[in-house]
T-cell receptor
């Protein structure tokens, strides 16, 4: 079965420092991976996706993610965190085996950036 | 959130009542989805629709119903059979159901059972 894990419920970072939000996956076949961000009481905003090709994917708001096949990971990164980056982050994998290619989500990681 | 609207933003329901959540998109997307979000959990798929007049159950369809009479609209009804309906409900759409197609989300409806 396809699955996604976000091992950290919360990540705390000082403003200006680099940030990493971790994600590992388990899929049969090719992985199609996504990152979304959610601000309080809002819907999810798409940040970036990995389909194939370059292992470093660049996305919105200065975020990037590194795909590592051997470690089955897709960690989200940003070189310099902003207070406004504080939000809930979700990693997801596309399940192409059934249910219309549904997204399977991790449980989310709360990112807190302090000034 | 652009292109997908959900209403109302907040909804209160008494026990035993059915309520309908609205989802509309102007992105000309074929596929639409309903997810449920509970605190500390990821999103779980309730129903999805690949095309007008067709829809399929997701992982947690019991107590919910949907319709897809128009391409732009995919309303979700939470019936009295849903035992624990208090949650945040998110609608999404994508151009299709290909592996590379991105799902875009609406702003959500927070449903509370009184």
């Amino acid at each position: 079965a396809q699955s996604v894990a976000q091992p950290e419920d919360q990540v705390n970072v000082a403003e200006g420092n680099p940030l990493t939000v971790k994600c590992t996956y388990s899929v049969s076949g090719n992985p199609y991976l996504f990152w979304y961000v959610q601000y309080p009481n809002r819907g999810l905003q798409f940040l970036l996706k990995y389909i194939t090709g370059d292992n470093l994917v660049k996305g919105s708001y200065g975020f990037e993610a590194e795909f590592n096949k051997s470690q089955t990971s897709f960690h989200l990164k940003k070189p310099s965190a902003l207070v406004s980056d504080s939000a809930l982050y979700f990693c997801a994998v596309r399940d192409m085996s059934n249910q219309g290619g549904k997204l399977i989500f991790g449980q989310g990681t709360e990112l807190s950036v302090k000034p | 959130d652009g292109g997908i609207t959900q209403s109302p933003k907040y909804l209160f329901r008494k026990e035993g009542q059915n309520v309908t959540l609205s989802c509309e998109q102007n992105l000309n997307h074929d596929a639409m989805y309903w997810y449920r979000q509970d605190p500390g959990q990821g999103l779980r798929l309730i129903y999805y629709s690949q095309i007008v007049n067709d829809f399929q159950k997701g992982d947690i369809a019991e107590g919910y119903s949907v319709s897809r009479e128009k391409k732009e609209s995919f309303p979700l009804t939470v019936t009295s059979a849903q035992k624990n309906p208090t949650a945040f409900y998110l609608c999404a759409s994508s151009i299709g159901q290909g592996s590379t197609d991105t799902q875009y989300f609406g702003p959500g409806t927070r449903l509370t059972v009184l």
